[in-house]
């Protein structure tokens, strides 16, 4: 019993320390998406900087709330349907009933709780409550970004399946705050989400195939930089992996932007106060 406790101890100890994208790749999803907001939504853009500075929120949370930890990620590739039909059960009490609830909370409830912090958000457009919202969105754009960031989309979210211990953290933090500046988003025009829980398993399942391509960039820049993670293997890991990173990130923004449209055009397009903002710290 005590050797068991000790191992679930190391364990819990290792996954707190996996965090989703850094704190800085975090601050530039959030505050970016700003810039695809349309007119309708211009004076939310005031929302940058609280978007930014309350963008790891959910990361500081599962330091005293241990039901936070599952809601960062999900290990999609464990479901046999996601293996033979690239997709799960998409309902949260369907996939309990279907898989079993204790292996969909152990597998992880990105997708789920992706899906309830907009409606949330939804929650507090309705009630005006602004401050509040801005807050929300700053957690629903933490809950997107993970979604955007492959090692959280699967089981071997460090590597440990392919001898590759330390990826998830070289890849999404190191490798990120080396390159952030080199970072920069274009702007396109976003639309309403028609269907919210779909689209954000949509998003999932696509993210999904970037794993393969991630890892085996990995593996070269190891064997390229002498089998050490000096300067050489970043550089060489950047190269090899800048595309998709940047699409990922700006994808992740512009994510956020349009399910804040949405889930302000669902409740009613309600009027924004001239001091939204100011008032938050």
């Known amino acids: ?119 949330a958000l939804v929650h507090d457009f309705k009630t005006g409550n602004w401050d509040h919202a801005a807050l929300t969105a700053a957690n629903l754009g933490h809950y997107v970004g993970d979604g955007f960031m492959p090692l959280h989309i699967t089981a071997n979210y460090n590597g440990q399946l392919t001898s590759q211990n330390g990826i998830h953290r070289r890849y999404e933090e190191t490798m990120i705050d080396r390159y952030i500046d080199k970072v920069q988003f274009k702007i396109s025009k976003i639309h309403k989400v028609n269907k919210v829980q779909p689209f954000i398993f949509n998003y999932l399942y696509v993210n999904n195939s970037y794993i393969g391509l991630l890892l085996q960039a990995d593996q070269q820049a190891y064997e390229q930089a002498g089998r050490q993670y000096k300067d050489s293997y970043y550089e060489s890991l950047w190269g090899k992996t800048s595309l998709f990173t940047i699409k990922l990130l ?32």
């Not at 500075?53 to 996601?82: C, G, M, W």
């Not at 804040?260 to 397009?269: N, P, Q």
């Not at 009027?271 to 938050?280: D, F, H, N, T, W």
């Open 1 to 119: 019993m005590k050797t068991n406790l000790t191992r679930y101890s190391i364990l819990f100890v290792v996954l707190i320390s996996l965090s989703s994208w850094g704190e800085k790749a975090h601050r530039k999803i959030n505050s970016s998406c700003v810039e695809f907001f349309p007119k309708e939504l211009q004076q939310l853009k005031v929302w940058a900087p609280i978007l930014a500075d309350h963008a790891s929120d959910p990361d500081q949370l599962k330091r005293t709330d241990k039901n936070e930890f599952v809601k960062h990620f999900i290990d999609i590739d464990i479901y046999d349907d996601f293996t033979k039909k690239h997709k799960i059960v998409e309902d949260f009490n369907a996939a309990c009933t279907k898989y079993g609830k204790a292996k969909v909370i152990k597998n992880g409830t990105l997708p789920w709780t992706t899906d309830s912090t907009y409606h």
């Open 250 to 281: 700006r994808e992740s923004s512009k994510t956020l932007a349009e399910l804040i449209y949405t889930a302000w055009i669902e409740a009613g397009r309600p009027k924004m106060p001239e001091s939204q903002g100011k008032s938050i710290k």
